[in-house]
């Protein structure tokens, strides 16, 4: 029996959180799995699992083993993935992080067209706003909305995203016209907690003159979804990316204004980790969003 073997047992056992379970997943009996998993330990000269009657548990050992086994057969299976890939069509499942605001913006329409595209591949998307380790939580590649930063990570821009001052047709009727961000000082704003510095508004003119202000209102909320819908609710100015409030705009629930002072917006990128071998697949459907985005943008 080979190592490789024996280690497709153990990660098979882990994930699957118990020989039972991992059993039925691969259709193999718990007692070969078992015994697969006690002579890794036996080659190893290592206890990788604590069990008990009931339940098991990885030791420190296991878990640094099995961190590093994870990505020895990844590194395997794609590799296997690369050479297949002028002979066969892309298959399997890619594992991807996106922020919820992508997900419901008329920009996740991508993720749908590349679906319908590849019917072979399985896209598990988890959209939720926070940045994932790629690595430690077994992503394959995360779409990430920002001003990038060095991650240690492959990022490839797909396109670019500008910040824009939207209100209600309604509430601008209150207050009139928006001609200096010092106006903003008597307006309420909504705030997107997910920017830095939320509480203050940065501008900057075209010829490079800063101006900073304090914004308030009734509502601060992690969600430029939710903010886009209470600005066109009019409870206050908003300062939301353009490809999730422009839509609102061009059907007239939203107006934009202080459109002669810029904010500094950023890309969407979509990010994967080092490896030698990239997973053809993955490849793929980064190729594909750059030219989605190149094409719809």
């Not at 997973?279 to 793929?284: D, H, I, N, T």
Request: charged content about 25%; hydrophobic content about 40%.
């Amino acid at each position: 029996m080979d190592t490789l073997t024996r280690m497709r047992a153990f990660i098979d056992v882990v994930d699957a959180e118990g020989y039972s379970a991992a059993a039925r997943k691969l259709g193999r009996s718990k007692a070969l799995l078992s015994k697969y998993v006690k002579e890794l330990e036996d080659e190893l000269g290592a206890l990788l699992l604590n069990r008990t009657t009931r339940q098991f548990s990885l030791t420190e050992a296991g878990h640094t083993y099995y961190r590093q086994a994870s990505e020895i057969l990844k590194e395997i299976d794609n590799l296997a993935d690369l050479v297949r890939e002028g002979a066969t069509d892309l298959k399997g499942r890619i594992r991807i992080s996106v922020p919820r605001s992508f997900v419901d913006a008329n920009i996740g329409q991508c993720l749908i067209d590349f679906s319908a595209e590849h019917p072979d591949i399985v896209l598990d998307i988890v959209a939720e706003d926070r940045f994932v380790d790629l690595i430690e939580e077994g992503f394959d590649v995360a779409i990430r909305i920002t001003r990038l930063e060095d991650s240690g990570m492959i990022a490839r821009k797909l396109c670019d995203f500008g910040m824009k001052f939207f209100i209600s047709p309604k509430l601008l009727e209150k207050y009139g016209e928006v001609r200096h961000p010092s106006d903003l000082a008597g307006i309420p704003c909504i705030v997107d907690t997910n920017n830095r510095n939320y509480n203050v508004w940065r501008f900057e003119t075209t010829d490079g003159t800063t101006h900073s202000i304090s914004v308030s209102g009734p509502i601060e909320v992690n969600s430029p979804i939710a903010t886009t819908r209470a600005a066109i609710a009019g409870l206050g100015v908003a300062m939301i990316p353009d490809f999730i409030a422009q839509p609102k705009a061009e059907c007239g629930a939203l107006v934009t204004i202080l459109d002669d002072y810029e904010l500094k917006g950023g890309g969407i990128y979509a990010i994967y980790p080092h490896r030698r071998y990239l997973p053809a697949k993955v490849r793929r459907f980064v190729d594909y969003l750059h030219g989605w985005f190149k094409k719809n943008g």
